[in-house]
Antibody, heavy 121, light 109 residues
Framework: EVQLVESGGGLVQPGWSLRLSCAAS????????MHWVRQAPGKGLEWVSG????????GYADSVKGRFTISRDNAKNSLYLQMNSLRAEDTALYYC??????????????WGQGTMVTVSS | QSALTQPASVSGSPGQSITISCTGT?????????VSWYQQHPGKAPKLMIY???NRPSGVSNRFSGSKSGNTASLTISGLQAEDEADYYC?????????FGGGTKLTVL
């Protein structure tokens, strides 16, 4: 069964850092691009960042550029999101999403259940 | 990276057809054939319904169809069923990034 399990969320103060992880199973991880998508409470979806199969192509939303870093470890079947200088507006449920193939422009066909990040003093 | 524009809500009766629009610009929807649609039920993760403008993933009902004209993409659901009631989001690729629409709440009357 294809599965994505996010972890690492929690309550942090503004300005702090947090590292999210996504453990993948049930598919050949290094064949696919991967993404992070977030959803603030009661709001819509917002794409955060994406990474191609070999980390050769990476993209970020303007709202997180310079503060967040996406990475992957294909040997560990894992995706990561390092989040620095967190702000209240980063409060959201963060989803890990698998692309349908290996490029950044491939749609997101499998989603995890999300990990909640709350930024508050 | 401005959000794509979707109607906040649409509604229809069982058996009817509805269409949800998604308007962007020539830099996103109009510039690429990488438009996708996602269905999200309350408290659940999104589910891919349409990719690359008009393609359905395996397992998605053929009652769902997608199209695009210029800077506007559309999702049509025919033969509405109660289980179609959900939020729907469009998304478009744009130059190493993706942008989502604000979402449309579909109510089945």
């Amino acid at each position: 069964e294809v599965q994505l399990v996010e972890s690492g969320g929690g309550l942090v103060q503004p300005g702090w850092s947090l590292r999210l992880s996504c453990a993948a199973s049930g598919f050949t991880f290094d064949d696919y691009a991967m993404h992070w998508v977030r959803q603030a409470p009661g709001k819509g979806l917002e794409w955060v960042s994406g990474i191609s199969w070999n980390s050769g192509s990476i993209g970020y939303a303007d709202s997180v550029k310079g503060r967040f870093t996406i990475s992957r470890d294909n040997a560990k079947n894992s995706l990561y999101l390092q989040m620095n200088s967190l702000r209240a507006e980063d409060t959201a449920l963060y989803y890990c999403a698998k692309a349908s193939w290996n490029r950044l422009n491939d749609a997101f066909d499998i989603w995890g259940q999300g990990t909640m990040v709350t930024v508050s003093s | 990276q401005s959000a794509l524009t979707q109607p906040a809500s649409v509604s229809g009766s069982p058996g009817q057809s509805i269409t949800i629009s998604c308007t962007g610009t020539s830099s996103d929807v109009g510039g690429y054939n990488y438009v996708s649609w996602y269905q999200q039920h309350p408290g659940k993760a999104p589910k891919l319904m349409i990719y690359d403008v008009s393609n359905r993933p395996s397992g998605v009902s053929n009652r769902f169809s997608g199209s695009k004209s210029g800077n506007t993409a559309s999702l049509t659901i025919s033969g509405l069923q109660a289980e179609d009631e959900a939020d729907y989001y469009c998304s478009s690729y744009t130059s190493s990034s993706w942008v989502f629409g604000g979402g449309t709440k579909l109510t089945v009357l």
